[in-house]
């Protein structure tokens, strides 16, 4: 067979090392032959291909990023969209394609299988929020990252006793602030599925003050307060229609020194968080998603996405995997709870 691979939506990393395991088993083991879509959708759209053999992917496994872009571009934002990846497979003799991404990406490969585009995903994103699937890869090194980064701030909060407002990406989704937050015991950890209470978190500050530490503040970009307070601030659409979220870290400070009367200073972390080397478990994961997703075309099980269960990897239908967002359950919350204020 030969085999398109394409990395979409916002990079992470772990996705070389996805490359690297799905050319190196597919030539090795199967004797398939590969080519490289570039900037995630936008190849299969443009026929814009990179050769991809196992010379082009030696040494890729520790690097971030992708060898091969990557964009958010929408296969479905023109209606010739799914013919003209059609067109492209027919065109350059690529019999399937494997589709590293996330929401967005994948949801798309649920929507161009259904159209008859045989494609198999492997589910990527910092932000864990794919569904059916236990982790993604790029989470665990986000999550370190953004640890490491609170770990340093504690010490700067003391010697200041100023309030540190950290603000860690995620999207929808709390999963970033909430472990990164209990790994590195902030104070007080703000998600996007619990809208937060302004006066518990002035409250919970004057409470860390009183025992004479400086509280530190994790808070999900897509973190909002309690319906009526203020504070509320959209930016610009993607090509997806996700709005672009950054800033509640400086609303927070603004709120809470003007409340409490505390010095306060905010840090976004920002795309630090998608950067660099991945993880040894990022690595783990990434390399045996591109184990497994190879041999789900091979077998011609399109339609599907690699999962992880426990260390089981397993299949399940790509539909059902972006049908809903994965978001922070109550009862994990609820454990993180236990160390606020
Ligand atoms: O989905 C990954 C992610 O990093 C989100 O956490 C964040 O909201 C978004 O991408 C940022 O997107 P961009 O790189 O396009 O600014």
């Excluded at 929401?103 to 798309?108: K, N, P, R």
């Excluded at 090194?141 to 540190?164: F, G, K, P, Q």
Aim: proline share 4%; charged share 20%.
């Amino acid at each position: 067979m030969k085999i398109g691979v394409l990395t979409g939506g916002g990079d992470c990393p772990g996705l070389n090392a996805v490359i690297r395991a799905v050319v190196r088993k597919g030539v090795g083991v199967y004797g398939h032959s590969f080519v490289g879509f570039r900037d995630g959708w936008r190849g299969p759209l443009e026929n814009d291909t990179v050769p991809l053999d196992v010379t082009a992917v030696r040494g890729i496994l520790p690097r971030g990023g992708t060898i091969l872009g990557s964009s958010r571009t929408n296969p479905f934002a023109s209606a010739d969209g799914p013919s003209r990846i059609r067109e492209t497979l027919d065109r350059t003799g690529v019999d399937a394609i494997v589709a590293v991404g996330g929401e967005d990406t994948l949801g798309a490969a649920a929507r161009l299988h259904a159209e008859g585009v045989p494609v198999v995903g492997v589910p990527k994103t910092i932000d864990n929020d794919l569904s059916e699937t236990d982790y993604t890869f790029g989470f665990d090194t986000a999550v370190n990252i953004a640890m490491e980064a609170i770990d340093r701030l504690h010490t700067t909060a003391e010697s200041h006793h100023r309030v540190l407002v950290v603000e860690v990406m995620g999207r929808h989704a709390g999963w970033i602030a909430l472990h990164s937050g209990m790994a590195a015991g902030a104070n007080v950890i703000l998600i996007p599925e619990r809208p937060f209470d302004i006066d518990k978190v002035c409250a919970f500050v004057e409470q860390r003050f009183a025992t004479r530490y400086a509280p530190i503040i994790v808070v999900a970009e897509g973190a909002r307060p309690i319906a009526g307070t203020a504070m509320a601030r959209e930016g610009e659409l993607d090509a997806f229609g996700h709005v672009r979220l950054q800033g509640i870290s400086g609303l927070l400070e603004t709120e809470i020194r003007g409340r409490t009367g505390r010095e306060t200073r905010a840090t976004v972390l920002g795309h630090v968080q998608r950067g660099g080397t991945p993880t040894a478990f990022d690595r783990w994961l990434a390399t045996r998603f591109g184990l497994h997703a190879v041999d789900a075309v091979h077998e011609g099980d399109f339609g599907t996405m690699v999962a992880l269960h426990g260390t089981r990897i397993d299949r399940v239908p790509l539909s059902e995997a972006t049908g809903e967002l994965k978001t922070v359950p109550e009862h994990l919350y609820g454990e993180a709870e236990v160390f606020f204020g």
